[in-house]
């Protein structure tokens, strides 16, 4: 488009060839006939205001542009902090589950041998190195399937039911 030089600016000419967009302006300006003195107001009013539009546009277009890369970096600084705790929290889960298996298969071979003393059966090392007492006994077992079954149906029946449905889906 040429350079406007507005010394030089008197009249411009404008073509519209969009027959429905020329209806919409037709009867636009017909609902607003009375606040302009004559067509050429109207379209003058137009152009300002949408003129004005495009320049707010323009400036939104820049901030928006800084707000949206502002974002993008906090986005990606959570991820990072999100990406580390959870790294923190695994580290620290697989210590926790490290330290309850060790105490059960411990708690397991004490009761095992209480038990075993108390019947009168022997007690060695060779025995215990060859976790001859580490097994859970019938009756744990049972608690211990209790207690399972209590917290999947207590807490986990949501995930497990959605777990489900999506299996069955695909």
Do not use: W
């Not at 009013?45 to 539009?53: A, E, N, P, Y």
């Amino acid at each position: 488009m040429k350079e406007i030089k507005s010394d030089r600016v008197f009249e411009k000419k404008i073509r519209i060839y969009d027959i429905r967009f020329l209806e919409e302006l037709n009867e636009f300006y017909q609902k607003h006939e009375k606040e302009y003195g004559n067509v050429n107001e109207f379209l003058i009013s137009l152009i300002r205001t949408g003129l004005d539009v495009e320049k707010v546009a323009d400036e939104n277009r820049l901030d928006y542009a800084g707000k949206f890369a502002s974002i993008s970096d906090k986005l990606t600084d959570i991820q990072k902090s999100v990406g580390d705790s959870n790294r923190g929290f695994l580290y620290n889960l697989k210590d926790l589950i490290c330290t309850v298996l060790m105490s059960q298969k411990v708690l397991m071979r004490i009761y095992n041998m209480a038990l075993a003393n108390n019947e009168g059966l022997p007690l060695n090392n060779e025995l215990v190195k060859a976790t001859f007492y580490d097994d859970l006994p019938a009756e744990l077992q049972e608690m211990e399937k209790d207690i399972k079954d209590f917290y999947a149906n207590k807490y986990f029946k949501d995930v497990d039911d959605e777990k489900q449905e999506n299996e069955e889906k695909e």
